[in-house]
Nanobody, 125 residues
Framework: QVRVVESGGGLVHPGASLKLSCAAS????????VAWFRQGPENERKFVAA????????SYADSVKGRFAISRDDAGNTVYLQMNSLEPDDTAVYFC??????????????????WGQGTQVTVSS
C-alpha cells in the first residue's frame, strides 16, 4: 500500500500563495485517486480537491474553486496543491490521502486508505 508524506505548509498573509506537496512512498500514485482534505478548529476533516491518476480528472470543493489547483508530476510520485489568494478561512491542517479507484465518492474520507501526517497552513495578517 502506497504511503503519503505532505510538505509545504506555513504561515502567510491573506492574498498570498502556497504550494503543498504530497509524495508517494513505497509505490506510486498510478491507479490511485489522490486528494487533499483539511481540518480546522471545528475538527471536521473536509474535502478540498482530488485527482484521478488514470484519467487526469480533478474535483474541487466549491470554497476553493478558482483559487486552488491540484496537479501531478509525470513520474507518478508527487501530487501538488497550488493555493492562491489564500484567506483566513483556509487556515487548517492539510492532509493528503490516497486510495485505489473505487465507487466511493472522492469527497468522502472513507474513499482513502493512506493518510499523511498533515501540514499546517495558517493565513493571518
Amino acid at each position: 500500500q502506497v504511503r503519503v508524506v505532505e510538505s509545504g505548509g506555513g504561515l502567510v498573509h491573506p492574498g498570498a500563495s502556497l504550494k503543498l506537496s504530497c509524495a508517494a512512498s513505497g509505490g506510486t500514485f498510478r491507479m490511485h485517486k489522490v486528494a487533499w482534505f483539511r481540518q480546522g478548529p471545528e475538527n471536521e476533516r473536509k474535502f478540498v480537491a482530488a485527482f484521478w491518476w488514470p484519467t487526469g480528472d480533478t474535483s474541487y470543493a466549491d470554497s476553493v474553486k478558482g483559487r486552488f489547483a491540484i496537479s501531478r508530476d509525470d513520474a507518478g510520485n508527487t501530487v501538488y496543491l497550488q493555493m492562491n489568494s489564500l484567506e483566513p478561512d483556509d487556515t487548517a491542517v492539510y492532509f493528503c490521502a490516497a486510495g485505489l479507484i473505487s465507487t466511493i465518492s472522492v469527497k468522502s474520507p472513507r474513499a482513502y486508505s493512506s493518510w499523511g501526517q498533515g501540514t499546517q497552513v495558517t493565513v493571518s495578517s
